[in-house]
């Protein structure tokens, strides 16, 4: 009986249908088309983007999907595989008939390969891809990198395998609490200390001047429009969560008017709330404000939440450098919005968004170069169908439904994949 590898495949600038495109890659991967919900099949996965996943027999389909790529110019396939039965697990990009870059490594043990990030950890090559970046964004990337080490080792030690491992009953129950309680400190503190490091303004590219001139020509542009959006000054913070009313957006250049709770009273320096001398943190005083985003922030920002959240449970940290490279640095404040702690302040923020909603349309409807949508998630939603290819995904996926086998739940290198497997 063969081993089976699991695949993961995105193709970025697919002009097919996916249901179509998932037959064709049946064809090229077993040779016919394969009844659906079959084991051996292609499943179209719901979301933003064509992906498909799939099993093959021993070793990943890099060479049908080579003469695949050859068929479809300009398209890019970025696949992600592994087979824990053989021991592997790797990433490929493939365009043009073409293997552009491939890594594979071997060689994994532990239980149910619960250490496979630990032992042999994968470089991710697929993001980029999905969503080229500046030199600065990539440089913070790597900042986020590293605290999603930190996260993973802690959920190694909270995971069920570890628990249940035959070699707990000789391990330190005690030294496990401790070191759990130390990776947590340490990710809470790497994420504050994160919040304050900006590589804008020092790590330049020859799109700054126009990345700079861009966000002046955005800033007389929503005035125009008579808009005022929330800008922090230049190096200090503006705290908000964005909240499920309407949004807008505006072309020339492209830029998403999101309706956020800016939190006037939290610190202008980290974004955080200091607590009184009681030891409680201070009442909330807020305002109902509109954020203009791009649609990659937007997308930075719907990769903040924990797995299970959306962007509407979190807390955001918001900066505004100068000589900036991006537009807007977007950072973690506190996966619990504090809006929403206070079910009386909940309804009044509801109530005054609801108003800054019906108040956003009175004034911009029918304006031209504005499209006026009823959450900011609509608004990447309809940039697919213009083919747009945005950021990582916020759906989940762990286990093949139906006929298909079930696999241990691994965490996955690349950020495109790692919230389905």
């Not at 193709?11 to 919900?37: H, M, N, R």
């Not at 923020?349 to 009823?374: H, M, Q, R, Y």
Request: aromatic content about 8%.
């Amino acid at each position: 009986m063969a081993n089976d590898c699991s695949n993961y495949l995105i193709v970025v600038g697919l002009e097919d249908q996916p249901d179509e495109f998932a037959k064709t890659l049946e064809l090229a991967i077993y040779g016919s088309v394969a009844p659906s919900g079959g084991f051996y099949s292609v499943e179209t996965v719901q979301g933003r983007r064509a992906e498909f996943r799939f099993f093959s027999k021993w070793q990943p389909p890099i060479d049908a999907l080579m003469a695949l790529s050859a068929e479809r110019k300009g398209k890019t396939l970025l696949l992600e595989y592994w087979c824990w039965e053989s021991g592997f697990r790797g990433q490929a990009v493939i365009r043009d008939g073409e293997v552009v870059e491939h890594v594979h490594r071997v060689g994994y043990d532990g239980p149910a390969y619960l250490f496979a990030d630990i032992t042999h950890p994968i470089v991710d090559l697929l993001s980029w891809y999905l969503e080229p970046r500046t030199l600065a964004h990539q440089a913070a990337g790597r900042l986020q990198d590293a605290i999603r080490i930190v996260k993973r080792l802690k959920e190694t030690l909270e995971d069920d395998r570890f628990a249940g491992s035959r070699y707990r009953d000789y391990g330190d129950d005690q030294q496990v609490s401790k070191t759990l309680a130390g990776l947590t400190a340490l990710v809470n503190t790497m994420i504050g200390h994160a919040a304050r490091i900006s590589f804008e303004g020092v790590l330049l590219e020859e799109s700054s001047v126009a990345d700079r001139n861009a966000r002046a020509a955005v800033t007389e542009r929503m005035k125009g429009l008579g808009l005022d959006c929330l800008v922090p000054d230049r190096d200090k913070a503006a705290r908000f969560a964005i909240l499920p009313f309407r949004a807008a957006t505006v072309t020339n250049p492209l830029r998403i008017l999101v309706p956020v709770v800016h939190y006037l009273n939290a610190d202008r320096d980290t974004g955080k709330y200091q607590k009184v001398a009681d030891g409680s943190a201070p009442p909330i005083e807020w305002e109902i404000r509109y954020v203009e985003l791009t649609p990659f922030e937007l997308e930075d920002v719907k990769r903040l939440p924990d797995e299970g959240q959306t962007e509407y449970d979190i807390d955001v940290v918001l900066r505004t450098r100068p000589n900036h490279t991006i537009n807007h640095e977007l950072n973690l404040a506190n996966t619990r919005s504090r809006w929403k702690q206070n079910p009386e302040l909940a309804e009044q923020v509801e109530k005054a968004a609801a108003e800054a909603s019906d108040a956003l349309v009175a004034k911009l409807a029918g304006t031209p170069g504005v499209e006026i949508f009823d959450d900011p998630g609509k608004v990447l939603e309809k940039r697919l169908e213009h083919k747009a290819v945005y950021g990582p995904l916020e759906q989940s996926a762990p286990v093949v439904e139906g006929t298909r086998k079930t696999r241990p739940v691994i965490r996955t290198t690349s950020d495109a994949m790692s919230r389905f497997w």
